[in-house]
Every structure is written in C-alpha cells, then in structure tokens.
C-alpha cells in the first residue's frame, strides 16, 4: 500500500502553461511535504517544501497548495519551460522520524514541449 | 553547493558476489543516508547513520548492510548480491541544523546478473 501516491505518473504541457502535478498521502502523522526534481543521470534536488500547518507555499514559479483535511497536495509550475522538464516526486516525513527519513511517491514525470 | 560523491557511477556484478558502494560528502554533514531507486518507482531508505561509527536502519535494510567509518564516508555493503538489487543507489546528506534538505549524490546504477 502506497503511503504517497502521485496520481500521474506523466504529464505533457506546453511551454507557458501551468503544470499541476497531484500527490495524496496515507499517514495522518505526515507533517513535512517536499518536492524533489530529478534530472536524467542526477539525483533528486529539494524544489520546494511545506509543512502541514500553512495550505500554501510559493517560491517564483513554484506552489504547493496543501488540503490536510483531504489528505492531499499539489505542485504548480506556473509558466512551465522545456528546462522544467524533469521527473517530480512527492515526499513526505513525520516530526516523530528521524530526519532525512522520507517517503516518497513514484514520480511524475513531465514533459514540456516547446 | 552541498557535495556528495559516490563511486562507482555504475556497476556490474554476478549474483552471490559482494558489492560495495562508497559515498563522500565535503560539506561536514551529521546525516547521511542510503536510499534505492527502482525503475518507475520513487526512492526507498535502506540505511541511515547520524555519527561516525553508528547506522541505523531504514525501512527496506533486509540484504544490506553500511558503514561509517568517518563523519565523510558511508558505504553500501551488499554481502551477497541478488538479482532483486538490481537499482539505481543514491548517497545523500544533510546537517542537523539544515531545513531537513537533503543533498543526493550521482547515482550508482547497479546491475546483479
């Protein structure tokens, strides 16, 4: 049973519209919801991260939208690029974890066309 | 830049033979951690360590085992290689002050046949 669940595992946009990538979680004790972007041949890196007592986080063109009572989250690439092209993945850890012990969803792979 | 290195890139290996994967990070990190990345499938954490000398285990440790001989270095041991290992393993990092942001190595794909 998957305790983060990202419900596309790809996603096809143009160049200049806004992206949405979806994720849920299982864990009511999940408190921290990062965003990690992976290129092809590299490991994953931090884009963005919430935590579950603010239902909106915004950095440039990057924002989690954060729904607790439905258990569920959003990323939104606003003005997607090629260069955002990439592989997406939802994580999420619990304050009693121990840092760094995350769970991740599958991935969303997106591509975006010029 | 947080700096993680891991070696080799990739690796090929028979089945019941012994692997280890090494990891370096320059960045003077108290967390580092061990996860596996299966095709179509996100990350999973194999191993963690929080100080030299001492790991932990994460949630899928079964068939591995690691070590922390100082606070730079943490390798993958896999005593007994099976096809089922067969992934790609990422090395990663991060302070214990830090926002719980974690800085991923490379990669190391691993192929048991």
């Known amino acids: 049973q998957q305790q983060v669940r990202q419900s596309s595992q790809s996603l096809t946009v143009w160049e200049g519209e806004t992206a949405i990538l979806n994720c849920s979680y299982e864990?009511?004790?999940?408190?921290?919801f990062p965003w990690y972007q992976q290129f092809p041949g590299e490991g994953p890196a931090l884009l963005i991260a919430?935590?579950?007592?603010?239902d909106k986080k915004e950095d440039g063109r990057f924002t989690i939208f954060f729904n607790k009572r439905e258990k569920n989250l959003s990323l939104h690439i606003k003005d997607s690029q090629p260069g955002d092209s990439a592989t997406y993945f939802c994580?999420?850890?619990?304050?009693?974890?121990?840092?760094?012990?995350?769970?991740f969803g599958r991935g969303t792979r997106l591509q975006v066309y010029a | 830049e947080a700096a993680v290195t891991q070696s080799p890139r990739s690796k090929v290996a028979v089945t019941g033979g012994k692997v280890t994967l090494s990891c370096h990070q320059t960045?003077?990190?108290?967390?580092m951690y061990w996860y596996r990345q299966d095709t179509g499938h996100g990350l999973r954490l194999i191993h963690y360590?929080?100080?030299?000398?001492?790991?932990e285990k994460g949630d899928i440790p079964d068939g591995y085992k690691a070590s922390r001989p100082s606070q730079e270095n943490f390798s993958l041991i896999l005593e007994l290689a099976s096809l089922s290992q067969t992934a790609v393993y990422f090395c990663?990092?991060?302070?214990?002050?830090?926002?719980?942001?974690?800085?991923f190595g490379h990669g190391t794909k691993l192929s048991v046949l």
């Open positions: 990663a990092s991060t302070s214990r002050i830090s926002n719980e942001r974690l800085f």
């Open positions: 360590s929080y100080v030299a000398d001492s790991t």
């Open positions: 919430i935590r579950s007592v603010s």
């Open positions: 960045n003077n990190h108290d967390y």
């Open positions: 994580a999420a850890s619990a304050g009693t974890q121990v840092v760094g012990q995350l769970t």
């Open positions: 864990n009511s004790a999940f408190d921290y």
